[in-house]
Nanobody
Framework: QVQLVESGGGLVQAGGSLRLSCAAS????????MGWYRQAPGKQRELVAT???????NYADSVKGRFTVSRDNAKNTVYLQMNSLKPEDTAVYYC?????????????????WGQGTLVTVSS
């Protein structure tokens, strides 16, 4: 299993910046992708940005040019640098990981979530 621990949320004014971190720990064969999703009040959870183990990056259109996802494979950590924040970026941000576990000759693909960290952007 993999445990995900997030940090870095908080309150910031519009136009400001925040950096989120998420560290994965536990027993696994490999981590395939790590990234960030968010859920605003009354809305569904949506993808923000993800990074595969090969460092292929994917962003939501709403954050392109403002947010940067990066990953340190050696530390099993993913970061989200958020610049030019807007009030509409206010949400709980969840770290997501997809990994593979090995049991003898079998491989299992699993997915998990962090506990979430609140980002509030004031106007």
């Amino acid at each position: 299993q993999v445990q995900l621990v997030e940090s870095g949320g908080g309150l910031v004014q519009a136009g400001g910046s925040l950096r989120l971190s998420c560290a994965a720990s536990g027993t696994f064969f490999r981590i395939n992708s790590m990234g960030w999703y968010r859920q605003a009040p009354g809305k569904q959870r949506e993808l923000v940005a993800t990074a595969t183990s090969g460092l292929s990056l994917n962003y939501a259109d709403s954050v392109k040019g403002r947010f940067t996802v990066s990953r340190d494979n050696a530390k099993n950590t993913v970061y989200l640098q958020m610049n030019s924040l807007k009030p509409e970026d206010t949400a709980v941000y969840y770290c997501n990981a997809k990994w593979t576990e090995r049991d003898n000759l079998s491989l299992y693909n699993l997915e998990g979530w962090g506990q979430g960290t609140l980002v509030t952007v004031s106007s």
